[in-house]
């Protein structure tokens, strides 16, 4: 915990047409943590998502990523910066093949140009060989080398919520966002995707923040959780501490028990 | 009073432009379709009270009802045969759909009687006043008049009656109504019978004011009518009204600048500067899709 | 790769074949010049189809206003010819050069406005050119401008395959993946690091481009162009090519410009009756077959050959 966070975001907010979504948000993340955004629904979790990438410009404060304000980023220049992110509600390429799912979020680490592909010059066919080498390289750490040729809504759900994982990996990101991996998902689903996401971390030396509702999977895998309630920091520290937090019970009761026997 | 004049004519024209864009909006707002056909039931409306006119002998306001009712029905078919087996489809499929029914109408109209125009009948009588050195004949005020009381009942029916209720809980969440026991379907056909009405009552009172119709006829006001939506705040029915009465002035006055043959360029400019800066219109709330 | 390339190559050789068998026929007067004037037009209507294919069927982005970059190809490249007497090629390039600036600043407003909205939009920018070629005198107004006929089988041919050729190319590249990841979720595209403004506006300046090409072919084939030719009715046209051949086919667009201009060259003397048919065609195959005749496939995915342009289907079940 000496080094620098890799991520500093204070005092963010945003509010929608007079409405604070999301005010007074503050979040260190350092270096190879796995960090858990909790809350219950409408607490504003994926808008905090959204003003990490860019989607939402935030109306207050400042966000910087390695020592770099990047508020008001255009997304696709955060995910350049090395932020990536899964969606809540899956969001695949559905009509394109497993395999340019993955090629598209190496889109950026290539380079040869429009004119290069129009006139299929050497550099359009190194330049694409290199991507479907990787990308097939990449597919078979996931396990889904075999279905690359299958267009992306076809695969079973369980499949699909890896791939995009793999897809916001390809992009190359230092710091992952996970929205609600686990949703939709059978406990033993759960428990693969809880392997899955501490043998990524290690792989690829990744920082993680997780949204979550399945307490067990939060509980069980993340160091330190942060907790919102309608759009305000309401808890942080280990998972012992905010389990027991007074705010936090109150917070999620009728909602949801804060399981003890995670 | 050459400026009074031309704003008098402009809400003339604005509130023709009104009453097709109160049909736009209101289907806009239900299903969020651009319904294309909209400007051909304005034309059928027009060569209802036409016929109803010219070769039945009705009077005005009946052949106004008559040209309302067929309309109405006319809308409902449109929505029941093309548009309603649309609804989980994508807006895009609706879109073109809605073009291909509204090409359809036209040229099937053409392939029954011919594409030659027809000249309506003078109805009402005409006699002209000078009020403030502006000359305003009672046909146009009758027209406004008209116009007017169809947005007030129209005004009425949305917030004071069961279907307006009905109309506005789907357009606001059609799976909440529909777990509210809304029959989501009527209320639907009643939005598409109701927009239908003013656009035949529009297409009548267009007959009555500009004496020249033919089959080709609904493009272009559909078109601006639609601008004038949008410009209102598409799914807003004052902005529709709005809309209406200042697209109807501008293209007069650039009329009226010696412009007129880029007063339909003036509509498209409009058109596209409001999609750009303010796209959910002069009433509109600005929305952002949610992620 | 190799195998990739030599199938490229043997494609393009079999396109030439044809065209010198055309060639043939035509100069030795085997077939007549009606026949003749169809194959120029069909190649037209299949350039017009392929570029709108790239920005709708791949990109996405619902453009019912493709008869305005027609329109501006064929007034600009009748200047170059007819006003400052440059030659036909120049005259072509130059009408494709405006056109593809004209997509650019149509693309801009496309960064804000998406679906229905983008295509009211489009529309607006095809009146509006519209609009402007008929309030100027210099090219004759409502009555419009004489053209000399140049068009010919060779140069539509060739203008033909390169459209192909630049569009299939772009498609089966990083490029082209990128453009269809906009296309299925615009949200996810912009959040894997793809810059959406940028590939939206290319797909808009390369559609542009070859419609511009297209419009050079159409007013020097024509002897005449007036404004009233590139009405919302030759968007229309257009769009039903690639609506019908399936969004996101090359192939499928390519297909259904030929049908559809076959059919259309019978229907000639009905015009009422050729757009019913077209109207009632476009209704059916939305309520019917959203996803068109080739759905998300190309023809060539049937041989298993060359470039499988992975199009795909935003409407396929």
């Given amino acids: 915990m000496e080094a620098k966070p890799i991520l500093n975001v204070s005092q963010v907010g945003i509010s929608f047409g007079g409405l604070k979504a999301v005010a007074g948000f503050n979040l260190e993340l350092y270096p190879g943590e796995l960090i858990g955004l909790i809350g219950p629904n409408g607490a504003g979790k994926t808008t905090v998502f959204n003003l990490l990438t860019g989607v939402y410009t935030p109306t207050e404060g400042e966000i910087t990523f390695n020592d770099e304000r990047i508020n008001g980023l255009a997304p696709y220049k955060v995910t350049r910066k090395g932020i990536s992110r899964t969606f809540q509600n899956v969001r695949l390429f559905n009509e394109q093949s497993v395999l340019d799912n993955v090629k598209v979020a190496y889109h950026s680490l290539a380079s040869h140009s429009i004119l290069s592909s129009i006139f299929r010059l050497q550099k359009h066919f190194i330049g694409e060989q290199e991507m479907e080498a990787k990308a097939i390289d990449f597919l078979k750490i996931f396990q889904l080398d075999k279905v690359k040729d299958e267009k992306a809504k076809n695969l079973p759900y369980g499949e699909q919520r890896r791939l995009e994982i793999a897809r916001a990996l390809a992009a190359g990101p230092e710091l992952l966002l996970l929205d609600e991996p686990a949703a939709g998902m059978n406990p033993k689903e759960t428990k693969e995707l809880m392997e899955l996401i501490s043998f990524i971390r290690e792989q690829f030396n990744l920082t993680i923040l997780l949204i979550e509702h399945d307490m067990k999977l939060v509980m069980g895998i993340c160091e330190r959780i942060s907790v919102l309630d309608h759009g305000l920091l309401i808890a942080e520290g280990t998972p012992n501490e905010v389990r027991n937090h007074p705010k936090v019970i109150e917070a999620y009761l009728g909602e949801e028990v804060v399981s003890n026997h995670a | 009073m050459e400026w009074l004049q031309q704003l008098f004519n402009g809400i003339s024209l604005g509130s023709i432009y009104a009453l097709i864009a109160l049909g736009y909006t209101m289907v806009y707002g239900i299903i969020k379709l651009i319904n294309f056909a909209h400007g051909e039931v304005f034309m059928i409306g027009s060569f209802t009270g036409f016929y109803a006119i010219a070769f039945w002998g009705l009077g005005f306001f009946p052949a106004l009802i008559l040209s309302m009712a067929v309309c109405a029905v006319f809308g409902v078919l449109i929505e029941r045969i093309a548009y309603k087996r649309l609804r989980s489809s994508t807006r895009i499929a609706a879109l073109i759909t809605a073009i291909g029914v509204s090409l359809l109408i036209q040229y099937v109209v053409i392939y029954i009687r011919g594409a030659q125009p027809e000249a309506y009948p003078n109805v009402l009588p005409n006699r002209s006043f000078d009020i403030f050195g502006v000359q305003i004949s009672s046909q146009s005020l009758l027209i406004l008049l008209v116009s007017v009381v169809l947005m007030i009942i129209l005004q009425f029916i949305v917030h004071r009656t069961k279907i307006g209720k009905a109309m506005r809980a789907v357009s606001f969440d059609p799976d909440a109504a529909k777990l509210m026991g809304i029959n989501v379907n009527n209320t639907i056909s009643a939005t598409f019978a109701i927009g239908s009405a003013l656009a035949g009552a529009a297409g009548v009172i267009f007959g009555v004011y500009y004496t020249k119709i033919e089959p080709l006829m609904g493009i272009i006001p559909g078109l601006k009518a639609f601008i004038a939506a949008v410009l209102g705040g598409i799914g807003i029915i004052p902005g529709a009204v709005i809309g209406g009465f200042v697209l109807g002035i501008v293209e007069t006055v650039v009329s009226a600048l010696g412009l007129s043959l880029w007063r339909d360029a003036a509509a498209f400019i409009i058109l596209i500067l409001i999609l750009i800066f303010r796209p959910s219109g002069i009433f509109g709330k600005n929305s952002k899709e949610k992620v | ?317």
């Fill in chain 3, 1 to 317: 790769m190799l195998k990739k390339v030599n199938t490229f190559w043997f494609s393009i050789v079999l396109a030439f074949v044809f065209y010198g068998i055309i060639q043939l026929l035509i100069s030795t007067a085997m077939l007549n010049p009606f026949y003749t004037n169809t194959l120029i037009f069909i190649c037209i209507n299949i350039i017009l189809a392929v570029s709108l294919h790239l920005v709708i069927g791949i990109t996405g982005q619902f453009s019912i206003g493709h008869a305005g970059f027609l329109a501006l190809g064929a007034y600009i490249s009748a200047i170059m010819t007819m006003k400052l007497g440059m030659p036909f090629s120049v005259a072509l390039i130059a009408g494709g050069i405006v056109a593809a600036l004209a997509g650019l600043v149509v693309g801009v407003p496309s960064l804000r406005l998406r679906g229905d909205y983008l295509a009211i939009a489009t529309l607006g920018f095809a009146e509006i050119i519209r609009i402007i070629f008929l309030n100027i005198d210099y090219v004759g107004g409502a009555a419009g401008m004489q053209v000399t006929h140049a068009t010919t089988w060779t140069t539509s041919f060739l203008c033909l395959i390169l459209t192909i050729v630049v569009i299939a190319n772009f498609t089966n590249s990083r490029h082209g993946r990128a453009c269809i990841s906009i296309r299925e979720n615009e949200i996810a595209a912009d959040a894997m690091g793809i810059n959406t403004t940028y590939y939206k506006v290319a797909a808009f300046v390369i559609g542009s481009f070859f419609a511009g090409i297209a419009g050079g072919l159409y007013a020097h084939n024509f002897y005449i162009i007036q404004p009233v030719n590139f009405g919302f009715l030759k968007s229309f046209d257009i769009l039903i090519f690639v609506v019908l051949g399936g969004l996101g086919s090359l192939s499928g667009a390519v297909v259904s410009a030929i049908l559809l201009t076959i059919v259309s060259t019978f229907l000639q003397g009905l015009p009422e009756t050729r757009m019913i048919i077209y109207s009632l065609v476009l209704v059916m195959v939305m309520l019917y077959r959203p996803q068109g005749l080739m759905g998300t496939r190309e023809i060539t995915d049937y041989f298993g050959k060359w470039g499988r342009v992975k199009g795909g289907n935003q409407y396929g079940g």
